[in-house]
């Protein structure tokens, strides 16, 4: 499982598991959701933060591959018979 799967199912998980522990608290439904939301916002930043890390990784990898695939064929359609630094084909 991807690393950005996991944390967004750990953020949502959270944010439910807020709401379950205000449910029995005497205010606005509307409010309560929205203290869930801020507050689970503010528990994943410290609780999350290795999938964070590792799903910041993962994005950036994947940037760098399109980055990198984007110009070799921008190379190709020049017609530059030499391959881009760090292309493993020949």
């Known amino acids: 499982m ?7 199912l ?5 944010f439910l598991l ?3 522990a205000l449910w029995p608290v005497e205010m606005n439904l509307f409010l309560k ?3 869930a939301l801020i507050f689970s916002a503010a528990a994943s930043f410290f609780l999350l933060r290795g999938w964070r890390d590792q799903m910041a990784e993962e994005v950036a990898a994947a940037a760098e591959r399109r980055r990198a695939e ?3 064929l921008r190379s ?3 017609g530059d018979d030499h391959p881009v630094e760090g292309d493993p084909r020949p």
């Open 18 to 20: 807020v709401v379950v």
């Open 76 to 78: 190709a359609l020049a």
């Open 2 to 8: 991807s690393a950005a799967v996991k944390y967004t």
């Open 70 to 72: 984007k110009e070799r």
């Open 33 to 35: 959701l929205m203290v």
């Open 10 to 14: 750990a953020r949502i998980g959270l």
